[in-house]
């Protein structure tokens, strides 16, 4: 049953857009933005939120996909594609491409485009703090590629909503290296944020999913050490539910 409930799980990762998504350099990016293939731009700009890029060369390309899309922004396609762009520019945490998002704000686009180009604002703001944390060289392991330090960077940061986001993207994205496995499992034996809120609650619920749903018989003792001794009876739960399910 485990097995068919894993395999379940799998299968409707590859569901769904998150399942697609691909991690590109940014040479892969900048080809992708050059070329017409508007769904390869919308799959490009949903692996943007964790990869740690921020130059503006590549975003000034995304403000000018954004802004040439704009009069075609009517119908239900072309609202889905700008929509997408506005909301990906924002990842860039740059404050250059305010001025484009406020346009739209509070120009007369469509309600969701106008929706997205907010979430647009507020990701600018946030990545802007962010970005520095995910860029973080000094703490990266020569050993590893680009992708892999990103996310050992946000799961090490002292920002929850970073570290939850981080285990979501690993347990969707299915990232099953031993060095991620490895930084999680840390996570869940020091436990240092966690405190008797929801936030921290669910942050360290979501890296114990991540690592239980690797399936790996090497981390079962964490999951299972975490089903019994968390501090938080939520926490326990969610952790014994893990084992049931992944193990």
Known sequence: ???????????????????????????????????????????????????????????????????????????????????????????????????????????D?????????????????????????????????AMQPQQLNVLANALASNDLELKRMAAKHIAAKRVYAEFILEKLASQLTSLDLLKQDKLSIDTYAWIAKALASSGNEKFKPVIAHLAETAPEKKLRKYAAKYIKSYY
């Open 109 to 141: 686009y469509h309600k969701k485009l106008r929706k997205y180009a907010q979430e647009g604002l507020k990701n600018l703001d946030q990545f802007a703090i962010w970005n520095p944390i995910l860029n973080d060289q000094s703490q990266y392991d």
């Open 1 to 107: 049953m485990k097995k068919i409930a894993l395999s379940l799980l799998i299968a409707s990762c590859l569901l769904t857009p998150y399942g697609f998504s691909q991690d590109y350099t940014q040479e892969e990016y900048q080809q992708i933005f050059q070329d017409g293939d508007q769904q390869k731009q919308q799959l490009a700009l949903e692996s943007l939120i964790l990869s740690g890029l921020s130059d503006p060369s590549l975003f000034d390309m995304i403000e000018a996909k954004l802004n040439a899309s704009l009069p075609l922004a009517t119908q239900k396609h072309p609202i889905e594609y700008s929509s997408w762009l506005a909301k990906g520019l924002g990842y860039s945490g740059n404050d250059k491409y305010r001025a484009s998002l406020q346009a739209i704000v509070n120009g």
